[in-house]
C-alpha cells in the first residue's frame, strides 16, 4: 500500500507523517493539484492519501475523486483544529489523528453531495440573499422540514446511514435534526454556503443528498 500526503494551506505536518512524501497545495487545492497525485495513487492497488487541513480542502479532494470515479481511495483526514467534519466522522486532530490516518482501517461512509456536484464534509448553511431570512419549503425524504421562513437552514453529513441530517434555526427554538438520504429546498432565492465556501449565486432550489457509492475513511 502506498501513502501520500495532501498538505493544504500550509498546514503544519504531524510528526506521525513526517517521513512520508507530501505535496503542498493551497487551502482548498485545485483539479490540476490533485490530477499530479493521480498517477501515484493509480500505481498501487490500495491507494491511501492522507488530507492535512480543513473541511473545504477535504471536499474539494472529494469531489473530484467522485466526479474522475477514484473513491476507491482509501482516505485519511488530518485537521490541525476540530472542525464541523472531524466531529462528524470522530476523526480526532493533530498528531492522533495523523496516526490513526496512517495505522487505520478504511470504512465505507456515505458521501454527502448536493445538486451542483459538490461533496460536503462538515456543514452548509442555507440564507436568504445577503443573509436574510430564508423563504422556502423544505424536506427530508418525505418529512416536512419548515413551511415559510427561518433565520437558515443547515445540513450535515452523518457517519452512519442514512447519511444527511438538516435542521433550521428558527427565533430562539432548540433546533430538532431531521435524518434521511436526502433534504431538499425550495425557495425563491437563496445562498449555499458548504464548508465556509460562499456560492456566487442565488439560486431557487438546493438539495443534499447520499452518493450512491461511499468513501472510504481511514479510522
Keep these: 500500500m502506498s501513502t501520500h500526503v495532501l498538505r493544504c494551506g500550509g498546514t503544519p505536518v504531524p510528526i506521525a507523517l513526517a517521513s512520508l512524501p507530501n505535496s503542498p497545495t493551497s487551502a482548498i487545492p485545485d483539479t490540476d493539484q490533485i490530477d499530479e497525485l493521480l498517477p501515484v495513487l493509480a500505481a498501487d492497488s490500495l491507494p491511501r ?9 477535504l471536499a474539494a479532494v472529494l469531489t473530484h475523486l467522485m466526479r474522475t470515479e477514484r473513491l476507491h481511495v482509501e482516505i ?4 490541525t483544529e476540530k472542525t464541523y467534519g472531524s466531529r462528524a466522522y470522530q476523526t480526532g486532530t493533530g498528531n492522533a489523528a495523523a496516526k490513526r490516518a496512517l495505522e ?5 461512509t456515505p458521501l454527502i453531495r ?35 421562513r427561518v433565520t437558515e437552514m443547515r445540513i450535515s453529513p452523518t457517519a452512519a446511514m442514512p447519511g444527511v441530517r438538516a435542521t433550521v434555526q428558527k427565533g430562539m427554538r432548540k433546533r430538532r435534526w431531521l435524518e434521511g438520504r436526502a433534504a431538499q429546498l425550495g425557495t425563491p432565492g437563496a445562498v449555499v454556503t458548504r ?3 460562499a456560492s456566487d449565486r442565488v439560486v431557487p432550489r438546493s438539495t443534499f443528498y447520499r452518493h450512491h457509492e461511499p468513501w472510504f475513511l481511514v479510522l
Excluded at 492519501?49 to 480542502?57: H, P, Q, R, Y
Design 76 to 79: 485519511g483526514y488530518v485537521p
Design 195 to 197: 464548508d465556509g465556501v
Design 49 to 57: 492519501l492522507i488530507v492535512l487541513g480543513e473541511d473545504a480542502g
Design 104 to 108: 487505520g482501517r478504511a470504512t465505507e
Design 114 to 148: 448536493d445538486d451542483t456536484g459538490t461533496v460536503l464534509v462538515g456543514h452548509a448553511v442555507i440564507t436568504g440573499p445577503g443573509g436574510d431570512k430564508l423563504e422556502g419549503e423544505a424536506y427530508v425524504d418525505d418529512t416536512m422540514l419548515f413551511t415559510g
